[in-house]
């Protein structure tokens, strides 16, 4: 018997606890919204937070709430974006595919070195003692976007520079956060005019540390004056949308290539394009 007491007593205690626990989660609980549970199995769960989002349970939540559109998962896609759009409801949005783009041609072959960079092999280190090449502006060539990339859509090549497999690439930007020198940006897919330097030095300074750096020569400007002008040494793109095809000729005469194509083939059938909507227009007015 004073063995049994304990037990009784211990035993009435964690019952009439476990009871209390359960009132108390029954008063207490919040009801889910069960499209959240639908919405986020729906999602990649890549958890990248290229979202704007913690996580894609954050992101579920916050297009239930309303806060977040459908078409906000850049890594779904278009298919997410109409499966989330089914669920809520609502419109899915225009999908704009949008891809990493690296803006350095600072390889081997145009970069000069600084000299011997001892270190730690990551950008983030050599960039807080000025870098390892004299450009204090281009790629450094150690890979930090690289490790950073979760989709296998980027890899180092034998130049020395980061390059981007576009069909892998979902716009997460964890390349753009992971760059100490803010050279990787978001583009859309077919916006193939890029200027690729961001050196901020003067023309003879540019160009004797790197071959393929921006002087400022305002050749591009020049010939695209509503699209392109120059600032602190740097030629800018203002608006892609309106360098028109027979203007990119005159802007690609470029010294040192500094702006430019990305993908030549595609460019060239859009020039031709314009050139064949010119000679139909003149030949209408003759």
């Given at each position: 018997m004073d063995v049994l007491l304990?037990?009784?007593i211990m035993?009435?205690?964690?019952?009439l606890f476990s009871l209390g626990l359960a009132v108390?989660?029954?008063?207490?609980k919040v009801e889910e919204d069960p499209r959240v549970v639908e919405v986020s199995a729906s999602l990649p769960q890549a958890n990248c937070g290229a979202c704007?989002?913690?996580?894609?349970?954050?992101?579920?939540?916050?297009?239930?709430?309303?806060?977040?559109?459908?078409?906000?998962?850049?890594?779904?896609?278009?298919?997410?974006?109409?499966?989330?759009?089914?669920?809520?409801?609502?419109?899915?949005?225009?999908?704009i595919k949008k891809v990493a783009r690296l803006h350095c041609r600072g390889?081997?072959?145009?970069?000069?070195?600084?000299?011997?960079?001892?270190?730690?092999?990551?950008?983030?280190?050599?960039?807080?003692?000025?870098?390892?090449?004299?450009?204090?502006?281009?790629?450094?060539?150690?890979?930090?976007?690289?490790?950073?990339?979760?989709f296998d859509a980027l890899y180092m090549g034998d130049d020395g520079l980061p390059h981007v497999v576009e069909e892998n690439c979902t716009a997460c930007g964890k390349c753009v956060d992971a760059c100490p020198?803010?050279?990787?940006?978001?583009?859309?897919?077919?916006?193939?005019?890029?200027?690729?330097?961001?050196?901020?030095?003067?023309?003879p300074a540019a160009k004797k540390a790197c071959k393929n750096a921006c002087i400022g020569c305002g050749i591009c400007a020049r010939a695209c004056p509503d699209a392109i002008e120059i600032r602190d040494n740097l030629a800018v793109i203002l608006d892609y949308k309106k360098i028109v095809p027979e203007q990119i000729p005159a802007m690609e005469k470029c010294p040192t290539d500094s702006i430019g194509r990305l993908h030549h083939?595609?460019?060239?059938?859009?020039?031709?394009?314009?050139?064949?909507?010119?000679?139909?227009e003149a030949a209408h007015e003759g």
């Open positions: 304990p037990i009784l035993a009435s205690l964690g019952f108390a989660y029954q008063k207490l704007g989002y913690s996580g894609c349970r954050a992101f579920a939540e916050g297009v239930v709430a309303g806060d977040a559109p459908a078409n906000g998962c850049p890594v779904g896609g278009a298919e997410t974006a109409q499966r989330l759009a089914e669920i809520l409801g609502v419109e899915a949005g225009e999908i390889d081997n072959a145009a970069a000069k070195d600084r000299g011997d960079y001892l270190g730690l092999t990551t950008c983030y280190a050599a960039n807080l003692v000025g870098g390892n090449k004299q450009c204090s502006y281009g790629c450094m060539g150690y890979g930090d976007c690289v490790r950073a990339c979760q020198r803010n050279l990787f940006e978001l583009h859309p897919l077919d916006q193939h005019i890029l200027v690729f330097c961001r050196s901020l030095d003067r023309g083939g595609e460019d060239s059938a859009e020039e031709a394009r314009g050139e064949e909507a010119g000679e139909k």
